[in-house]
């Protein structure tokens, strides 16, 4: 028989300790791993910023089509900024600090231009120049909540819109070819799509934003096209449905793709339904 002395048994037993102690490490180790990969899937915060078209009131019919270039390009820096959250989300960087000053802030000057262009497009016609500087800074949004942006009533689950969902020269058009009289715009109306998306994976999400944002860039072109419909009318009663919604439902068709497949590219689970939210719109 073998026997131990007391130091012997006491090495042993530190051994034995140390590896209990290094295999508690690992398991720590690996449960944290995990949290943290849990957490970049999960869904980005989003810019949470002022509506500006349901601020704007009476629009003068010839500042229509500059006025809703500029909505829309409001929208598109919103949804710029959501995809840079949606890349921090999955991909952390920078110190306490780094939303505010490489997202938010830069978001805030961008508006500042584009709110500053509106006001030039009013009063260069006789309007009476908005105030809307106050409207310029952004906060955040709880993480999947969708920015409000100021895109049309049709795509209102789309374009998350708190109250700017009129035209900004009055109410719609429901008649279905121009307006002759050069009164009040036509607007578009297509499905949303945001709220019918399966759900996006968290290295996909930045892509996704930004197809969301081209496909609110491409109504809000369209947009002005009827707003300048509305001042120099042109074209036959098909006009409208083959000079602005058709190349508009084409253009969502592509953007729609690009989301699917960005999103196939992740998980493997192409959502080929999506393109089916391309069309029909209409104008009215």
Do not use: Y
Not at 26 to 39: K, N, P, V
């Amino acid at each position: 028989m073998v026997r131990r002395t007391l130091g012997q048994r006491k090495h042993a037993a530190w051994k034995l300790g140390g590896v209990g102690v290094v295999a508690v490490a690992l398991l720590g180790a690996g449960l944290t791993l995990a949290s943290a990969d849990d957490g970049a899937s999960t869904a980005a915060q989003t810019a949470n910023c002022p509506t500006v078209r349901d601020k704007l009131g009476n629009v003068p019919a010839a500042a229509l089509a500059g006025v809703e270039q500029e909505l829309a390009n409001l929208d598109k820096q919103i949804e710029e900024a959501n995809a840079r959250l949606a890349q921090q989300a999955a991909n952390p960087q920078g110190g306490a600090n780094f939303i505010n000053n490489a997202i938010l802030g830069p978001l805030a000057s961008k508006r500042v231009a584009a709110l500053d262009r509106i006001g030039i497009n009013i009063n260069r016609v006789g309007g009476q120049r908005p105030d809307l500087a106050s409207f310029a800074t952004c906060g955040l949004n709880p993480p999947g909540t969708r920015s409000a942006l100021n895109g049309n009533a049709g795509n209102a689950g789309g374009n998350a819109n708190a109250g700017g969902n009129n035209n900004a020269g009055g109410g719609n058009n429901a008649g279905g070819g121009n307006n002759a009289g050069g009164g009040v715009a036509q607007r578009v109306s297509c499905p949303s799509v945001a709220d019918r998306l399966p759900a996006v994976p968290a290295r996909a999400a930045a892509e996704v934003q930004r197809e969301l944002a081209n496909l609110d860039k491409q109504i809000a072109e369209a947009d002005a096209r009827l707003a300048q419909l509305a001042i120099r009318p042109e074209g036959g009663p098909n006009f409208v449905r083959n000079a602005v919604i058709g190349p508009l439902e084409d253009r969502r068709v592509a953007a729609i793709n690009r989301i699917a497949t960005a999103i196939g590219r992740v998980d493997g689970n192409r959502p080929g339904n999506l393109v089916n939210l391309a069309r029909p719109c209409s104008a009215r």
